[in-house]
């Protein structure tokens, strides 16, 4: 069983700022890469950012400048700073741990 949770979602005004954290159990969190990926109201699930266990990162170009993945290997922790968020950005954001699977999400809402 995938034990990923999510927290740090909400509702934030356009321009702000959200971090979302994913604690991980530690059978699936060392030495694998993680990553965050989003699913829209209208479906579209898109992989945002990955970064490996030593912390090589990569982030996807609609997301570049604004989000940052960081990941606490002490604590068994993956983080998704937001910032300037958009009414776009409106999704469930989930984490993943490659190859075990997905969190259960966590709502980002973005509206004034």
């Known amino acids: 069983q995938v034990k990923l949770v999510e927290s740090g979602g909400g509702l934030v005004q356009p321009g702000g700022s959200l971090r979302l954290s994913c604690a991980a159990s530690s059978d699936i969190f ?3 890469t993680m990553g965050w990926d989003r699913q ?3 479906n579209q699930r898109e992989v945002l950012a ?3 266990y030593d912390g090589i990162t990569h982030h996807e170009d609609s997301i570049k400048g604004r989000f940052i993945i960081s990941r606490d290997n002490a604590k068994n922790t993956v983080y998704l700073q937001m910032n300037n968020l958009e009414p776009e950005d409106t999704a469930v954001y ?3 741990s490659e190859p075990w699977g997905w969190g259960q999400g966590t709502q980002v809402t973005v509206s004034s």
Do not use: D, S
Request: glycine share 8%.
């Open 50 to 52: 990955r970064i490996t």
């Open 30 to 32: 060392k030495p694998y």
């Open 94 to 96: 989930f984490c993943f």
């Open 40 to 42: 829209t109201p209208g």
